[in-house]
């Protein structure tokens, strides 16, 4: 059975920082491609940013290049999301999934990330 759970999310004012965990079990971490998403309300979800297999290639939304990094611990089947320089417009559920193919099909439960102003 394939769980990813998030942690990490909570309420911070605009400015500072927060980090996100989404912690995988029941596949082969390292063969997967992973990605952070958020689903602001009233929004579509939107990829924020992506890592390939075994923690190669990254990829970030505009909105969030130099400010979010993605990275990952394969030991401990985990992956981040440090997120810098938080925005009000960066509040959202955020969600950790894995890609098989082409397609993202396992999905965390979500995390609520609040930015104050």
């Known amino acids: 059975q394939v769980q990813l759970v998030e942690s990490g999310g909570g309420l911070v004012q605009a400015g500072g920082p927060l980090r996100l965990s989404c912690a995988v079990s029941g596949l082969t971490f390292s063969s997967y491609a992973m990605g952070w998403f958020r689903q602001a309300p009233g929004k579509e979800r939107e990829l924020v940013a992506g890592?390939?297999?075994?923690?190669?290639?990254?990829t970030y939304a505009d909105s969030v290049k130099g400010r979010f990094t993605i990275s990952s611990d394969n030991a401990k089947k985990t992956m981040y999301l440090q997120m810098n320089s938080l925005k009000p417009e960066d509040t959202a559920v955020y969600y950790c999934?894995?890609?098989?193919?082409?397609?993202?099909?396992?999905w965390g439960q979500g995390t609520q990330v609040t930015v104050s102003s």
């Open positions: 999934a894995a890609r098989v193919g082409l397609s993202y099909v396992y």
């Open positions: 890592l390939g297999w075994s923690g190669g290639s990254t």
